[in-house]
């Protein structure tokens, strides 16, 4: 018998039973977005953004009537001293649905920026725990308010049959405008929410940003009052387009404030073009520090 040590080396075949395996690889630029993993991981955008809405109103004593009593308290503030006492021209229009259309999509917008700009670092034991697409959770942020978006609407629907206000056509092109104001919340959020990771002055930043940036939109005013040869500075506001969709697609092609030339309001959508698609970017190309800084 030879006392000389054998060599062995053993080569294992995968098998049809085998997990699959899942390669993690860095992104880089706007050929790498992998926009495709959202869609794969869709249930778990649903779960967080279902989170997100039983979060927000656990152990409150009203709950979800929280969601019908801030557009009404907000419409009340808003009509009492904008229109009773500074009398903003509504053209014709009661103040109260001249402000609420256009107060509809401005709130689903400031909730779902707020909410978003701190999901990351909200989730931070999620991130450093598991793998997923990091764009799930600001996107699931924005998602989970769209559930207020549609209670706000039937309370305005009927404040609309109380002013005997009826809706038109124009209407079917709502679903396009909250897509528009989607889109614009994430644009946005997505800046924020990666930027939050490493500076959290951005905690301190959004409200104040929030805040001003309404007055800056045509929300308890229309684009009427602005002077001609500076309405165009409401095109660079991409909430400008929206804010007026809404009052037009609920008010009719008459509503008031609608005043526009039609080429501002394609600045307005080019400006939301460029920061989604550099906010995707510059998400993607920075998602794999968040574990580490978050």
Known sequence: MSS??????????????????????????????????????????????WRDIKVRYKQTALGVIWVLLQPVITIAIFSVIFGALMKVPSEGTPYPIFAFA?????????????????????SANLITKVYFPRLI????????????????????????????????????LLPML??????????????????????????YLVPFLVQIWMYVTPVIYGTALIPERFRF???????????????????????????????????SACVLVVVLMSGL???RTTEQTFADIV
Do not use: C, K
């Open 4 to 49: 000389s040590a054998e060599s062995t080396s053993f080569s294992i075949q995968p098998t049809a039973s085998d997990p699959p395996v899942v390669m993690i690889q860095p992104v880089h630029g706007w050929a790498s977005l992998r926009l495709r993993d959202v869609w794969e991981y869709r249930e778990l955008l649903l779960f967080l953004a």
């Open 102 to 122: 256009a107060l509809l999509p401005w709130n689903y917008f400031a909730g779902a920026l707020t909410r978003s700009s701190t999901s990351l670092v909200g």
């Open 137 to 172: 959770i600001p996107l699931s942020a924005v998602v989970s308010g769209l559930i207020d978006l549609g209670v706000s609407f039937l309370v305005l629907i009927v404040l609309m049959g109380y002013y005997g206000i009826h809706l038109t056509a124009a209407l079917v």
């Open 178 to 203: 909250v897509l528009l104001v989607t889109l614009t919340a994430l644009a946005f959020g997505l800046w924020l929410s990666a930027l939050n990771v490493r500076y959290r002055d951005i905690n």
């Open 233 to 267: 500075l409401l095109g660079l506001n991409p909430m400008t387009g929206v804010v007026e969709g809404f009052r037009w697609a609920l008010l009719g092609p008459s509503a008031p404030g609608f005043q526009m030339s039609g080429w501002i309001y394609l600045l």
């Open 281 to 283: 970017v510059y998400f």
